[in-house]
């Protein structure tokens, strides 16, 4: 019984080559050699015939690779684009009666916040539906409809979903009287250039 052969003790590339000499001396004679088995240990190069690689890989051309990228990051933007004008992204919903008219209601005030709560009433632009309402500078808005106002914001938000012609109510504080009032919202004026 021989010693185990092992691929690191070198006897591999002996016997490797030996056996492709034989192999090599037996096919010059005419003969047909024997199909040899395979040595497991023995490196690819000694082997017959030189394997082919099971998938080939090609070099990407990099100005292809860029060309395509470019076009997948502008078809990204047009479809951006398309679903933003789609969606009605320019800050008013499509449903809002507002944009469905495309004119905003306007009540014709400038507020502040107030630190006691409510909305203060800075100034009231002449022919305006506040004015029409008798609100002044100084009023105390606390609510418009039935919804409680804490901020000028929410007086902005409660108005930009209505039309002009709508009517709110509006319940404002005068000193130490409450008071509500009803106001027809208006178009707001032309601008002057």
């Given at each position: ?44 190069a ?17 100005r ?61 632009a ?43 109510e ?24």
């Open positions: 019984m021989s010693a185990p052969r092992h691929l690191w003790s070198g006897d591999w590339r002996d016997e490797s080559s030996a056996l492709a000499e034989e192999l090599a001396a037996r096919r010059a004679e005419g003969g047909e050699a024997p199909e040899a088995e395979p040595d497991v240990a023995s490196p690819p000694a082997k017959a015939r030189p394997r082919r690689p099971l998938v080939r890989l090609r070099r990407v051309d990099p292809r690779l860029r060309t395509a990228l470019l076009v997948a990051l502008l078809t990204l933007l047009v479809a951006g684009g398309a679903y933003a004008v789609a969606s009605g992204s320019g800050g008013r919903s499509a449903d809002s009666p507002a944009a469905a008219t495309g004119s905003a209601a306007w009540l014709g005030i400038d507020m502040s916040s107030s630190p006691v709560g409510g909305v203060m009433v800075v100034g009231v002449p022919h305006s539906p506040a004015r029409a309402a008798g609100i002044k500078p100084g009023d105390l808005i606390t609510q418009i409809d039935t919804e409680p106002i804490a901020a000028p914001a929410i007086v902005e938000a409660a108005i930009s979903g209505l039309r002009p012609g709508d009517q709110v509006i319940e404002l504080q005068r000193g130490s009287t409450t008071y509500t009032t009803r106001a027809t919202l208006a178009t707001p004026p032309a601008r002057n250039p």
